[in-house]
Nanobody, 125 residues
Framework: EVQLVESGGDLVQAGGSLRLSCAAT????????IGWFRQAPGKEREGVSC????????YYADSVKGRFTISSDNAKNTVHLRMNSLKPEDTAVYYC??????????????????WGKGTLVTVSS
């Protein structure tokens, strides 16, 4: 079964940067959607950024556009999320997730099949 392990979460001051990584094992999908999701206390989980190999699409939530960048290293089965200009409202547990089912709403957390355990990002003001 697919296993996803996130790393890189930390405490950082507002305006700072972090790079999250997601390492996937037992990953044999020909096509897939993989991405980052986050959940802040008391809030619903939301899609932050995803990559889909079905059509080459990339998604960013409006709240992170221009600040976050998703990238993948296919040789290492690793996905990264570079987060710049962090804000206190970015504070959340960040999860990596993947699905091998195509969906037009491809960064919807309800459509993902495999999840990592998450990594905590805390942005202080």
């Amino acid at each position: 079964e697919v296993q996803l392990v996130e790393s890189g979460g930390d405490l950082v001051q507002a305006g700072g940067s972090l790079r999250l990584s997601c390492a996937a094992t037992v990953f044999t999908f020909d096509d897939y959607t993989i991405g980052w999701f986050r959940q802040a206390p008391g809030k619903e989980r939301e899609g932050v950024s995803c990559i889909s190999t079905f059509d080459g699409s990339t998604y960013y939530a409006d709240s992170v556009k221009g600040r976050f960048t998703i990238s993948s290293d296919n040789a290492k089965n690793t996905v990264h999320l570079r987060m710049n200009s962090l804000k206190p409202e970015d504070t959340a547990v960040y999860y990596c997730a993947v699905t091998n089912s195509y969906n037009s709403d491809f960064c919807n957390y309800l459509e993902m099949d495999y999840w990592g355990k998450g990594t905590l990002v805390t942005v202080s003001s």
